[in-house]
């Protein structure tokens, strides 16, 4: 099921009985390696070329097994098996190497768009810069380029998830947002 309209949440602060919108939110996330083959994952079985390999490597290894053609059977299971495990194996040592892994990424999400720092290093991105955002049932993505996301890990967010994916409705068309909740 995909979540249509939300609008922005309301807060009540302190002795003001009148609600402030509160449109920003702060967390900081740790990308593992785990939510690097969760995007990894998403990102390649959304073409329909990753899914015409899968097709032709089942049929590979249904007609081996069932004619006894083993070379067939061998390399459908090769087709089936070579992108995920390399794309587990590649986030493993992304996740090893980079050292934009080895510290949490601090996240703001605001009116005005998504920002992502850590140490002195930030990037912002407008809301009209972000492509689509897509999800899974581990994480949240907002794509920033043809390959490139920022990963909201749903482990990580806690409670600040339905506020997430609520700023992401607001500000985003539609047409570009499928989040699965």
């Not at 922005?8 to 996330?29: N, Q, R, W, Y």
């Not at 098996?81 to 980079?98: I, T």
Request: charged share 15%; glycine share 8%; proline share 6%.
């Amino acid at each position: 099921m995909y979540i249509r309209a939300i609008v922005c949440c309301t807060l009540f602060s302190g002795t003001d009985a009148s609600p402030k919108e509160h449109c920003m939110i702060e967390m900081d996330v740790r990308i593992t390696a785990g939510d690097l083959y969760d995007f990894n994952l998403k990102h390649a079985y959304s073409r329909p070329a990753t899914y015409l390999s899968s097709a032709v490597g089942a049929v590979g290894v249904i007609y081996g097994l069932a004619t006894g053609y083993y070379l067939l059977l061998i390399v459908g299971a090769i087709l089936l098996l070579y992108l995920p495990v390399h794309l587990f194996l590649q986030s493993k040592q992304k996740v090893a190497l980079s050292p934009v892994f080895r510290e949490p990424l601090h996240y703001v999400l605001d009116d005005n768009g998504l920002t992502v720092s850590q140490g002195e290093n930030s990037t912002f991105v407008p809301w009209d810069g972000v492509l689509r955002a897509t999800s899974t049932g581990r994480g949240i993505f907002l794509y920033t380029g043809p390959a490139n996301a920022t990963i909201f890990p749903r482990s990580q967010m806690g409670d600040k998830t339905t506020p997430v994916i609520q700023m992401i409705h607001t500000h985003m068309d539609p047409k570009k947002v499928k989040i699965r909740t």
